[in-house]
């Protein structure tokens, strides 16, 4: 009896995709190469990696793909911000590990590229840029 070939393959393989801690860390080396001026800023926002939005946050924004949210901002922006907000809630960026890997896969990226990007965008929201601000901006630096 001849063996028969296996199926090939899927391209990705899971011991090559990146683990959380590795966006974790391309996320802190953004943090940490932002020109100091704007550290001073951004020395308290916490990042937090997970693989997919919560159910509760993609309804809230109206998305129906899991896959359709790479990251978000969680806070207050900086010009809302009043001199008593010591006990509000901490600011937080969200990554979302594996629409991150499936948007870099699909648009020929390096993921270290698209944390980078992901990561000034929701920066640009803890200062307060919209969203339109901030497609605004990618148009005129492309």
Known sequence: MKKKKPPPLPRYQDADLPDLAEVYALAYRTMNFLPHR??????????RVENFADQDVL?????????D???LYQGIPLPLKGTNDTLAV????????????????????TLPQLVHHVMIHEIGHHFGFSDFDMEWIDQKFE
């Open 90 to 109: 901490p600011d937080i960026i969200y990554l979302y590990r594996g629409p991150l890997i499936r948007f870099a896969r699909e648009n020929s990226e």
């Open 69 to 71: 949210l790479l990251g």
């Open 38 to 47: 704007f550290q001073e800023y951004t020395h308290n926002i916490l990042i």
């Open 59 to 67: 309804d809230g924004l109206k998305l129906k793909d899991k896959y």
